[in-house]
């Protein structure tokens, strides 16, 4: 029966690897893989755009472990079956001679499922890494994760120095409440400042937009924990002052130490992005101003008026509740904010920050930026103000 079966005389011997003798390399094989499905009654599974259907690949071993041709460690077309795989029950292995990187190359497009030889998209062939994903995806992949980890490191240790400069300033400087004010206020806008222009960093990275709103609302949470007193916003510390709860000095003492903090923490930054000592602050300097404005300027003033709105009346609504409670949904709202307005103005509504994350956009066209993202919060601001002390009590 294995004799009728034989190639033959002269005929080209079938190549030893089955993903080349089923449909790469045609002036080897000795049937197409059509015939074959049909012989075997298993439908053919589509490849890779414009290559014939070729069976799965246990298939190909079943079937060859019944008499049809088929490779055996010998290298001839008679010996037995190749036993399965034991890291997946679905791909076989290899003949001599070959390696699996040759049938993984050969298996693109196929839908295999088995896993990938990195352990990154491996994790990951749920969303879409798959096996066919190639060495230098994996390496870029590994230093996204090294990356995300270098920048994690740097933000955990400006939050650290913070609250411990806040406690120096605490238990040195209380008999000179000026100069505390000033000093705390600087320290906490500092870091904002700091960890959002390192945030501003990696919001490419995979899977996004995920990665960036996730690290978005874990920071704001650790912010409100950590800089419990501080507004660390102009606009935050314009609002007493209109309504006559903090004093003009006060005021603006702490937007001066904002604005001091904003242009610090710029230089400090870069600073650290010129050591390159990571992979997303290579050529980060390089970038200039990076335009978050991609809608008008009317659209983008209109946005950020609206976001500061939203968020001030937030904050004053979400006094009653508990602290523990407070900062969560504070920061859940941040978060849906930078989701839902984060594409067209960067859903900034924080004069200081976005003087600090766009400094050189504020140098080309100061005019278009100071509208969209000085005036407008603050307008905003002082909307709420109205809203919250004229209509609201006159309803209640």
Not at 11 to 37: E, K, L, M
Not at 74 to 85: I, K, L
Not at 86 to 107: I, K, M
Not at 192 to 214: D, F, M, Q, R, Y
Request: aromatic content about 8%.
């Amino acid at each position: 029966m294995r004799a009728a079966q034989r190639p033959p005389e002269g005929a080209a011997r079938p190549s030893p690897c089955p993903a080349r003798r089923w449909g790469w390399d045609r002036s080897a094989a000795t049937d197409t893989p059509q015939r074959f499905a049909g012989k075997i009654g298993s439908p053919p599974v589509p490849l890779r755009p414009g290559a014939e259907a070729l069976p799965p690949l246990p298939v190909l071993w079943q079937a060859e472990g019944r008499g049809e041709p088929g490779p055996s460690r010998g290298g001839g077309a008679e010996g037995a079956a190749e036993p399965p795989c034991r890291r997946c029950p679905r791909r076989a292995f290899p003949p001599q001679g070959e390696s699996f990187p040759v049938l993984t190359r050969a298996l693109q497009g196929a839908g295999s499922p088995c896993p990938h030889p990195c352990p990154l998209l491996r994790r990951a062939e749920g969303g879409g890494a798959g096996p066919s994903a190639s060495p230098r995806a994996c390496a870029a992949a590994g230093m996204a994760v090294r990356g995300v980890g270098s920048s994690l490191l740097l933000m955990s240790g400006v939050v650290v120095t913070v609250g411990l400069c806040r406690r120096l300033a605490r238990r040195r400087l209380r008999s000179r409440p000026l100069l505390f004010a000033f000093l705390v206020e600087m320290f906490s806008t500092f870091q904002i400042c700091a960890c959002t222009n390192e945030l501003s960093l990696l919001g490419n990275v995979e899977p996004k937009p995920h990665t960036a709103l996730t690290l978005t609302y874990g920071f704001t949470v650790l912010h409100g924990l950590s800089l419990a007193g501080s507004t660390c916003n102009p606009c935050g510390t314009l609002q007493p002052m209109w309504g006559g709860g903090t004093s003009l000095t006060m005021g603006g003492l702490k937007i001066a130490a904002q604005f001091v903090a904003a242009v610090l923490a710029r230089v400090f930054m870069h600073f650290i992005w010129s050591l390159e000592m990571a992979e997303p602050h290579l050529g980060a300097l390089s970038q200039g101003c990076s335009s978050p404005m991609q809608t008008t300027e009317m659209q983008a003033f209109c946005i950020e008026l609206l976001f500061s709105v939203v968020f001030q009346l937030a904050v004053l609504q979400a006094e009653s509740v508990n602290p523990k409670y407070r900062v969560h949904l504070i920061a859940l709202l941040i978060t849906m904010l930078v989701y839902a307005g984060g594409n067209l103005t960067g859903a900034i509504f924080n004069p200081a920050l976005a003087f600090s994350l766009h400094a050189d956009c504020f140098y080309d066209k100061f005019l278009s930026y100071s509208l969209v993202y000085w005036l407008a919060p603050c307008l905003g601001t002082i909307l709420v103000v109205f809203i919250w002390d004229e209509i609201f009590p006159r309803k209640s």
